[in-house]
């Protein structure tokens, strides 16, 4: 999960717009209620389960991004070490780079690993993420009241709707006031499978002089059983738009899948890295971006 779990924390509001059903209590919502497992229990131990696999799961992965913005794709290969990750663009706009392109990635590749500096920060900035992620996956329990919602063989919805009582103590948090939506869950594994979210309404920041997030903004984030045990962002959605100081406009539009998810070695180096990235060729890998 890593850097992408921060947005799946925020993506709790959904694609369903036109709002979602509260009134009929499914087979497994009065199966938890016998159970003495509400909505809210349930949603709080699957929290409690990530942030455990999130604490405890230090694999290390290397895999494939495609990259969709409005009008733009690029295709990654990512591969993860504990120092940080490196990563290699291979295609653009479905199209393979060329071979100064290439060279200017592999350039830049031993850039990284040359200058320990520049490392570093990679590292620290994802360490930041994955720290703000954790602090965001902690308050959904608390900012966002559930109940049961469909059943889906073994997935259980749970719908998911702004706790009014929530007092919340930064920006990001605020988001939470207008999301609305549905968190899937797998039952067997009680992991978190996905969120489907949209915004109820609209978001204001410092009375809307440091900007605002428009209604309607969306969310989608899956995540899938990728080896025995380990859990990883595969779809990643969204949909947001609004202002930010001095009027300038947001637009955040972005749908990214990952996928040929490899499990790679827990002493792997940078040098290391950088070494399986640099042979990767383009061409063993689908370049077309879809």
């Keep these: 999960m890593r850097n992408a779990l921060s947005l799946a924390a925020l993506a709790l509001g959904g694609l369903v717009v036109g709002g979602l059903s509260f009134a009929a209590q499914p087979l497994y919502a009065r199966r938890g209620a016998a159970q003495g497992m509400s909505a809210q229990d349930l949603l709080k131990k699957v929290v409690d389960n990530e942030l455990a696999a999130d604490k405890n799961d230090n694999s290390l992965w290397m ?19 504990s120092h940080g990750i490196l ?60 109940s049961y919602g469909k059943r889906r063989g073994d997935l259980q919805a749970i719908n998911i709707k702004p706790n009014p009582n929530f007092q919340p103590s930064s920006h990001e948090a605020k988001v939470f006031q207008a999301m609305r939506g549905v968190v899937w869950v ?18 204001d920041f410092g009375w809307g002089v ?17 080896a025995p ?34 499990l790679l070695p827990q002493d ?11 042979h990767q060729s383009p061409s063993s890998s689908r370049a077309t971006g879809q």
């Design 63 to 81: 895999y494939t991004s495609v990259m969709r913005k409005p009008g733009e794709s690029e295709k990654e290969i990512f591969v993860e070490t």
């Design 186 to 203: 797998d039952t067997k594994e009680d992991r978190l499978q996905e969120i489907d979210g949209h915004l109820g309404h609209r978001v």
């Design 87 to 146: 990563s290699r663009e291979i295609a653009e706009d479905g199209k393979p780079l060329d071979k100064g392109q290439q060279q200017q990635q592999i350039d830049h590749i031993h850039d990284v690993v040359r200058d320990s500096a520049d490392a570093e920060k990679i590292a620290h900035n994802q360490q930041d993420d994955a720290d703000q992620a954790e602090d965001m996956l902690r308050l959904l329990p608390q900012a966002l009241l559930a």
């Design 268 to 278: 792997i180096t940078l040098a290391q890295a950088a070494d399986m990235l640099i």
């Design 210 to 226: 440091l900007g605002h997030l428009d209604r309607g903004g969306r969310f989608h984030v899956v995540q899938r059983e990728v």
């Design 229 to 262: 045990g380990h859990w990883e962002i595969v779809r990643l959605q969204v949909d947001m738009r609004g202002k930010a100081l001095f009027f300038k406009s947001i637009s955040v539009q972005q749908d990214e899948t990952r996928t040929d998810y490899k």
